[in-house]
């Protein structure tokens, strides 16, 4: 066990439609980040948190946005989903700085049919 | 530009064998790399690390090989049991600032009594 929760685990949405994931980081972590894992790929990074602020992001649109709360928890939200958005949601807690360990939740598995 | 991609995306292994799981990088640049395994329905675990003033570092039945010449690492797995079967990703924090990791697309290691 990581200590980083996810929910919920499974989720099905129909397209255009609107969702929100949750994260709560490991103990004493301050920095969270969201990956994407499409079927049989490896993750992609989405975006990153610290200190409540967005503190990186990769190639996903704007609908694709997140938060970070004052005990480091944190939520992605998707709007207009696409079917494309079906993929395995992970969330990454650690402390900030090159080279230290992220600790994965066990991801949240998005549907949208 | 920067990628982390792996040669075989399948490996076969009966127990007790010795597992290779190779992993190129392009990025000349790179100092850190870590190894994750991923098993069905789990977010990815880290396994090992390694700088790239080092060639070789080695953990509990895993040792990671580094060759910088060629822009390769490999994960060994001495003695493989059924409990490694899981899919293998190498990763690279690209060094921006922020931690961020670039994954391949990942090695299925299944291992077979």
């Known amino acids: 066990e990581t200590g980083v929760t996810q929910s919920p685990t499974h989720l099905i949405k129909t397209r255009g439609q609107q969702v929100t994931l949750r994260c709560s980081s490991q103990?004493?972590?301050?920095?969270v980040s969201w990956y994407q894992q499409a079927l049989g790929q490896g993750p992609q990074f989405i975006f990153q948190y610290y200190r409540e602020e967005e503190n990186g992001r990769g190639n996903f649109p704007p609908r694709f946005s997140g938060l970070q709360f004052p005990n480091y928890s944190s939520e992605l939200n998707v709007n207009a989903l696409e079917l494309d958005d079906s993929a395995l949601y992970l969330c990454?807690?650690?402390?900030?700085?090159?080279?230290?360990?992220?600790?994965f939740g066990q991801g949240t598995r998005l549907t949208v049919v | 530009g920067e990628s982390v991609g792996l040669h075989l995306p399948t490996l076969s292994v009966q127990e007790g064998d010795n597992s290779i799981i190779n992993c190129a990088y392009s990025?000349?640049?790179?100092?850190?790399f870590i190894w994750y395994k991923q098993e069905s329905g789990k977010g990815p675990q880290f396994i090992i690390d390694i700088r790239s003033n080092m060639d070789k570092r080695q953990g509990q039945r895993v040792t990671v090989l580094l060759n910088k010449t060629v822009k390769h690492l490999s994960l060994q797995i001495a003695a493989t049991q059924p409990g490694d079967s899981a899919v293998y990703f190498c990763a690279e924090p690209p060094g921006t600032g922020f931690q961020k990791l670039v994954f391949g697309t990942g090695t299925r290691l299944l291992v077979s009594p």
């Open positions: 990025n000349s640049a790179s100092d850190y």
């Open positions: 103990s004493g972590h301050n920095t």
């Open positions: 990454a807690s650690s402390f900030v700085g090159i080279g230290t360990e992220a600790f």
